[in-house]
């Protein structure tokens, strides 16, 4: 789990199958259908549409009460920096294969 602070609101984040697989219907809504690997090159593309998509359903993922529009109007070019680093955290963090917790062997 990732925390974002979107203009002064604290959330929790969490990119999983099941984040990734409601991203993919969103977006496919808007005439894109891509599979995960592609989901990432559009992130390199800076595609605005499939990033804010990755923080909406990332968010609601933890946060299921709240409604799509209230994280979207979170999501203003001022808050460009902070959703940069957070999308940055929440890649590392959801793909990591270190396991907290346990050693591994050299």
């Not at 800076?46 to 009460?65: D, L, M, T, W």
């Not at 808050?79 to 346990?102: C, H, M, P, R």
Request: contains cysteine; negative net charge.
């Amino acid at each position: 789990m990732v925390n974002i602070t979107l203009q002064g609101q604290e959330y929790n984040a969490k990119l999983d199958f099941a984040t990734i697989g409601k991203i993919q219907v969103e977006i496919s809504k808007i005439g894109l259908n891509l599979k995960l690997k592609e989901i990432f090159e559009e992130v390199e593309k800076e595609n605005f549409a499939v990033i804010s998509e990755i923080i909406i359903q990332s968010i609601s993922r933890c946060h299921p009460k709240l409604k799509r529009h209230m994280i979207e109007d979170k999501l203003t070019i001022s808050e460009i920096d902070n959703i940069a680093s957070f999308l940055t955290e929440l890649v590392e963090k959801s793909i990591s294969t270190k396991k907290e917790g346990k050693h591994q062997e050299e």
